[in-house]
């Protein structure tokens, strides 16, 4: 397996416009969690899915932000307008069923840039 | 609140020493406790996943031991390479099955 995926791997966009994060999840892996990542405040979980359906998204910034997982292996983080305080480096991470077991794999994420 | 704190926030170690990286939680119930590996403008890479019912567990130079009444972790790295440099970090899933970060500790290693 080619493990997590993200797309773009870089993002430069200007204040204003709409930003979609893209991630593919591990064959088999049934939870997914976006995070943000910046120099002041580290790993933010901003919104994790179990079995395609969000469980917790009180991470998310506020409604600007949105996420879907439109089938089992995918998912998108949807930022919109976006703005300069919105960049940072996002990741998502998927962890197959097993409970304790299991370890959560992170894909190698999504720089983004707001000018 | 459940939090992981990871002190300190850097640490400088001269090539071939054994070495520790310290990693705290508020809250006893966890489901397991994750070491990850991040390099300067990449992802993170798992280096050790360790069950709340284990006290220890081992991969190659890497230990990671787990103290779930003190709610302390601790990753131990053997005769360090250069190549051991990144940032550590440390992340706890709670039962609420979030994965909740430390800040990391930046380590380097002096050839």
């Known amino acids: 397996d080619a493990g997590v995926i993200q797309s773009p791997r870089h993002e430069v966009t200007e204040m204003g416009q709409e930003v979609t994060l893209r991630c593919k999840l591990i064959?088999?892996?049934?939870?997914l969690f976006w995070y943000r990542q910046t120099m002041m405040r580290g790993l933010e979980l901003l919104i994790y899915?179990?079995?395609?359906?969000?469980?917790?998204d009180s991470g998310m910034p506020e409604d600007r932000f949105s996420a879907k997982m439109p089938n089992a292996s995918f998912s998108t983080l949807k930022i919109q307008p976006s703005e300069p305080r919105d960049s940072a480096v996002y990741f998502c991470a998927s962890r197959a069923p097993g409970g304790r077991n299991t370890e959560a794999f992170f894909g190698q994420g999504t720089r983004l840039t707001v000018v | 609140k459940q939090e992981v704190t990871q002190i300190p926030a850097a640490l400088s170690v001269p090539e071939g020493e054994n070495l520790v990286l310290n990693c705290s939680f508020t809250d006893s119930a966890i489901y397991n406790l994750q070491w990850f590996r991040q390099d300067p403008g990449k992802g993170l890479t798992s280096l050790l996943l360790?069950?709340?019912?284990?006290r220890e567990q081992t991969s190659g130079r890497l230990n990671a031991s787990l103290d779930k009444s003190s709610g302390r972790s601790t990753l131990y790295i053997a005769a360090s390479q250069p190549g051991d440099s990144a940032t550590y970090l440390c992340?706890?899933?709670?039962?609420?099955?979030?994965?909740?970060f430390g800040t990391g500790t930046r380590l380097t290693i002096i050839p």
């Open positions: 064959s088999g892996h049934n939870s």
């Open positions: 360790i069950q709340s019912s284990q």
């Open positions: 992340a706890v899933f709670f039962g609420n099955e979030k994965l909740t």
């Open positions: 899915f179990n079995n395609n359906v969000p469980i917790d």
